[in-house]
DNA sequence: TCCACGGGCGCG
DNA sequence: AAAGCGCGCCCGTGGA
């Protein structure tokens, strides 16, 4: 049955007829007793800050309450909203929990329908995650999810009714869901918020998302326009540099036409036609200097900067290019909220290997190195009177392949505090470790330590020795000779990478580490068996090998989410998430609490870390700043 | 003019 | 770039 509660006067016969009206006392009465209330509301639109709340819903299979939010103020259901003992399921509950925040109201426990089905489903192709997919496969339920438009027009039977379906179905989801879960090794029964399995833990942390969303991260515009404009400045040097280069060449003269010779044209007008943006005229360009290649990515540029100045400026021009374009002038006004003086990104909680990714703008790829990188995220602050307080783990995937491979060298490297490096370099090479930095000789531009390093993060990759012979600049066997004798001295890493990804082949799936074992599944696998299709095995084999590492790297990022922010909440202290960014946590805090902050933030990372790694030592590097500096 | 796609590149 | 994993964004390109 639907029951409608409402102070608007007149509704109209249609709806009379059709909802049993209630009160307020009469939603609180009905939940009293009941563990779990299924929630929904419908908004005027997306942005919390502006629009508002038109419905209310909550609910069971049997009964769900309709809350025109219009005429009955929300927080007369704050109170049931916040309640500890009862678990709050919801579809998609990063979006109403950021409307929730707006009002004040934190809801305590939540179980996510949606989270749940992603947590299921991973790397599935053409999957279902949308509220009337999953009542249809768990409850035998029909909606009309195209009724949601209408709410604009106003209140009508169909908008309630639509607006009651929302609720009635979350709990037959959630069963239908739980067997599975549960059969995985997803879930406990006993507790859907147990921040130690993966639903518990995404159930927990969306909270946290939720959060970050409405609370945003702080952008200092003044700042952020001094960069774009220096940039600016840069590229236009550069962009002519370039262009004069083009002109002075006696082969370019493809790119410059005859009237520039005349320069009958203002001098503001480019005299020459080449657009450096084009991978074809690129190409085009590079072949006209004798350059015979069909790409103009920079590993390409790279190899034959010597060839021709032109390369080397053309380089340094595409870095700027995309300083421009990507983190300039352009981001600042596509991304920044006047109103709250900040970027508010939007977060996906759980990619293929358990990842989130971030968009409008994806503050994981605002750029760290060269000179721009932190000029550009010296414009991400706090609020004013607070500190950046920030921390990363060190070398944590390397650290992970330490727990998991149990390798004796490698374990021992990180239990004496050595340089891992160095140290495997000189395994590798069987030179001492004082010669570790020497050029290597069959490539003097880089070190033996150097092409240690691009091996022991190449390798949780499944890279190939064709592809470290290309970094080497070496014939492909001599790459093969340097892994071969790599893992000669590390024989447990490679054989526990070998595992994963033959794991990965056979089974269709690979997890990540206990107690979390995140599942992704490759569904191509038997097809790829069937007809011989190397190529989607070695994907599958691959992915297999680095889905546990980059896997169990974002579980720890998670679960030190959970920490933090729960210790936030509980305490009411003065500081927020503001940025999540692979291994690393930004956060807000007031300055006189930025010390104290800084501990228990180092302690939340740590101890999420060590639920996973215990047979090496967890370091977590925190700081305070004025602004993101990392 | 719009859209889909892919090259290219920012981060880890 | 690629037989190195995971993303999102910008731009050029080519077809409708």
Known sequence: ??????????????????????????????????????VDTETEGFDPYEDNVLLLQ???????????????????????????????????????????YHQGIWVPRVYDTFLAECILTTGLKNRQLALDALASKYANGKLNKAVRGEIHRGLSVRVINYAAEDVKYLSKIKTGQMAHLVDYGLARREDVNDKYTVLGLENRVVRAFAHMEYNGVGIDQDQWKETSAEIEQEFGYQRDKLDDLVIQSDRLGKFVPSYSQGDLFGFEKRKVTINYNSPQQKVQLLNLLGINVDSSADPILQKYQDRHPIVKELRELNKLSKLSSSFGYSLLEEAYKPQTGRFHPEYWQILQTGRISVKQPNTNQIPARGKFGPLIRKAFVGRPGWKIVGGDYAAMELRELAEFSQDPLWLKI???????????????????????????????????????????????????????ASTMNVPKEEAQKVIDGFFAKVPYVDQKLSKFGKFAMDKGYIKTAPPYGRIRWFPGHEKAWATQDSYTLGKIERAGMNTPIQGTNADITKLAMVNAFEDIEENNYPANIVLSVYDELQTEAEDSFAEEWKIRLEKHLVDAAQIIITSVPVIAECAITDHWDH
Do not use: W
């Not at 016969?13 to 563990?35: G, H, L």
């Not at 150097?450 to 890279?463: E, H």
């Open 1 to 38: 049955m639907i029951h409608f509660i409402s102070n608007r006067t007149e509704l109209g016969s249609e709806i009379d007829a059709f909802v049993n009206k209630a009160t307020v006392q009469d939603v609180y009465d009905y939940f009293r007793n009941k563990p779990e209330i299924q």
């Open 58 to 100: 909550f609910g069971d299979f049997d009964n769900q309450f309709v809350i025109d939010t219009s005429t009955v103020n929300i927080l007369n259901f704050k109170d049931l909203l916040e309640k500890k003992d009862k678990l709050y399921l919801l579809q998609n509950a990063k979006f109403d929990l950021r409307f929730f």
């Open 414 to 468: 990180f239990n004496e505090g050595l340089d891992l490096h160095t140290v495997l370099c000189a395994e590798t090479f069987n030179i001492p470790e004082s010669e570790v930095r020497n050029p290597y000789p069959k490539n003097p531009a880089i070190t033996y330590r150097d092409i240690q390093k691009t091996i022991n993060y190449g390798l949780a990759y499944g890279m190939s020795s064709k592809k470290l």
